[in-house]
């Protein structure tokens, strides 16, 4: 569309199906000129439809890979930089999975080990990534490595559970190495603070419905959609955002900045059948 | 109670009467030991129960002021250490008005005399205090300076207007002039922010009673009352918090950190006659 | 570069050298296809080189207006959208002063009517722009508002003065109004927090060379250009940000994420003569 | 002192020798009338001296335990109960160690097993605590759970590696356990985000002293010690912060609000021999 991204090379994980986030990134990142390879683990391929993505971006590369699995993530980047023929300008970051969540254990009777599985996948893949890349020096100079976080990381909902904790060392990581691949190779590191998303992973979060009802009645704008964010993660790949690095950037509609608004409000006070109710318990 | 202000001189601003945290705090205050004077606007003082509160705090010396006059804060100031015998120790700034308000101008129609007069009263009031003990020579070593803010100062609540910009330079005062003070004579500045209260203030605030059910349910405490506000200035302006300055603590049942409770969710939830409902306009 | 800003009009205040931001953003905006006019107050022209910029923009029409005079916005405003030919898309605030600086009043020693024109000039500007674009309803759907801000907002810099106050409240001012406008009209309003930059307005703030030296050598990419920032205010001018508002962006090469860096670490230790010095004062 | 904690029970994790904050706690609980028992892993109590800190504190029981155990956690729990008479009013998590830092591995080559070992010493460890003492009903309603931290959650300082992303989940845990402690059985959870500390722990740090010297200069109040850490912990645990909960409050002498203070400036000012390299490389 604007060919922000021509002749940038990228690697973009966690597209699953066309709800993914990730998904729209990588049919964006195409239309904006970039070429990149695609990957997943083996188990989220099986039940995703990430070929029919690969065909729609000019049969980009699928290269399978377990991101908390080192070996795995040195074969992809090799193979990436080897099939685009050279360094790397941009990776997404784009996965996130709790079996605490998905078992149904709350935050007050999580398994450690489940926990330790969530901080794996969620964040330390990010971390194991970005090392591996730097070690391979796999990254041109002005790169941009993203990575999608959630409000959770600041603020508690009820239900997201270790996620939330998942997401506060994933934006702390990005701080973290963003000094040292900054300083050293000038590649940036970001997190995008997204609305909620009714993609796979996020309709697993219990009730999500009446807080995607209410983050839209809160947010001016309203929620922020996967083709939105995808915008803005074309943006932060691009030349037009090289000195911003090491931040967490709301993509919310507003919602981070509201407190309460009058729609939202609104819809709150006709729970009371009868105003006398408000403040009873 | 602890004896926590034991030989300690202060100023309260801002008792109007028995639902006013200012009142709480000088209540309080006069508990742990402490011996202050009460101010007002002459206005504030008629329509409040001033006296009242002065009587039981053993006869608090009353000296009217306009916190926006310079010449009001030296006659204040000086003579709230004459009566007190000796330089002050802690001073409670607890002022806060908007004509934009009063008058029904929304905030995309405000009139900017009365958008400055919320500025002097609610926020330079604040600076002018210290500024004029600062000059004075006025506070102790160690003393303690604390402002009432609210979270507007972050985050946008409908109907709170010009309120919230006066918030958030209140918070911003404390920052700069906490620096200044801190490093000259050890005196520290820190505002609390607040749960919603009904005080005479709050009471003016549109929705307030819809908003303080929502923040009660969101807040795994509830709302903090006036008198546990109180409780925390009193904290603020002992030895026990020497070395905090420059911030703004929230003091709400931790509404702050949350983004959403099983309360709160669960009844908002209830505003759907019919589930079907959600997410429709 | 990219048409990222094809058949889209705006205003673009404070534009003074050719080392304004302002100016960055006038030819960028007009490299990306932008018509738009140019504004500041008659002196600033007189001492600046605006005619030049003008030129260079496809003699882009420059119609004087004090920010803070509401009959000098509406005829802004309703000129500018008939010399465009329509209703605006964007409009970048880059515009700020304190007489108190200027004067060489410290913050412990404000003149209070200096304070006030400090943020009248300085925030309430960005207010009354606003407002009276919405009154006019002069912006059409998802245009997108942006003013310059520092980090002095948050972190309290020695010599700031009262420009840190009205910085804070220019920040609040984009939430508040972010709120209704967004609401209402689906117009985003933003700050950008930006790396010290040597403008004519920069130049004057106390110790500034060091301080860029500092901020320099904290920040993993350098501090951030003023051409640099103007990239960023296109982004958020495009169509490509449609869903961030009422936010504060960092653009300034990581320097609000850092506690220490290896550099600058090094450079304070070299101040010490003998390690001894070290902790002692 | 001042009885603060009269008849109050609690645990004290992380007391090694009289330089540690945990140390300081006990001190300064025992004197504000609290009865408690000492923790620490079994190594650490055999190169500490804690033993002696029990004596002063009226022979105050020790319990060993590895905070990561969950089987040493409920039987020091319920040891804790026993000896103590009741249930508990306050805990103290004051625990953190990185392998990656001892071993000298720097955070772009760290290893991933000792990265799992620094989550589960430094932060997961909290929750293990808080989990095991809410299964077995072992805290008195408004009770008080304090974690210390430290501003490199927020803000990344060189060489302080993992710990980094440790802290940022440790304050996590205190806002998603705060909710649901609070919201059950109104325990609250903070955290305070201390002065860097010349402890034993603090002393591994890369580079301490210069950085010790560089925050006391920038703290408007001088960098906090142990002691008023201490202090301060009194002060969450007391019955007058009953409503503060899912906070990281900054005791800190004002560093975290600082940008850049007059004397920080003036020394690091001092690295050039001659005013000509500033901004030179």
Redo the contacts between chains.
């Keep these: 569309m604007?060919?922000?991204l021509k002749g940038k090379r990228g690697i973009i994980f966690g597209a699953l199906n066309s709800s993914s986030i990730a998904w729209k990134v990588a049919e964006k990142a195409h239309e904006e000129g970039a070429i990149f390879t695609l990957t997943n683990t083996p188990v989220a391929m099986r039940f995703g439809e990430i070929n029919e993505l690969a065909a729609n971006c000019n049969n980009a590369e699928i290269i399978p890979a377990d991101a908390t699995n080192?070996d795995d993530l040195e074969n992809l980047i090799s193979k990436s930089m080897e099939v685009l023929g050279g360094k790397l300008d941009f990776i997404l970051h784009s996965i996130g999975m709790s079996l605490n969540v998905r078992k149904g254990r709350t935050?007050?009777?999580?398994d450690?080990n489940y926990?330790?599985k969530t901080?794996?996948i969620s964040s330390?893949s990010f971390?194991?990534v970005i090392?591996v890349a730097?070690?391979m020096d796999a990254m041109n100079e002005w790169g941009s490595i993203v990575a999608l976080s959630y409000?959770?990381?600041?603020?508690?909902?009820?239900?997201?559970?270790?996620m939330?904790?998942a997401k506060?060392?994933l934006?702390?990581?990005a701080?973290?190495?963003?000094?040292?691949?900054?300083?050293d190779k000038?590649v940036?590191i970001n997190t995008i603070s997204q609305?909620p998303t009714r993609t796979t992973a996020g309709s697993g979060v219990k009730?999500i419905?009446?807080?995607?009802?209410?983050t839209?009645r809160m947010?001016?704008?309203?929620n922020?959609d996967a083709a939105?964010?995808a915008?803005?993660c074309?943006?932060l790949f691009?030349?037009?955002?090289?000195?911003?690095?090491?931040?967490n950037?709301?993509?919310?509609?507003?919602f981070?900045?509201?407190?309460?608004?009058?729609?939202a409000?609104n819809?709150?006070?006709?729970?009371f059948d009868n105003?006398d109710e408000?403040?009873k318990d």
């Design positions: 604007y060919n922000l080192i935050y007050d009777d999580l450690y926990f330790m901080l794996d330390l971390h194991k090392q730097r070690k409000i959770a990381a600041q603020r508690t909902l009820y239900g997201y559970n270790d939330a904790d506060a060392i934006e702390s990581i701080r973290s190495f963003g000094y040292i691949y900054g300083r000038k940036r609305s009730g419905d009446g807080l995607i009802d209410f839209d947010s001016p704008l309203g922020a939105e964010c915008d803005f074309i943006v691009s030349d037009l955002s090289r000195k911003i690095t090491m931040q950037i709301y993509h919310d509609g507003g981070s900045s509201m407190g309460m608004s009058y729609k409000m819809q709150y006070n006709k729970s105003p408000i403040l």
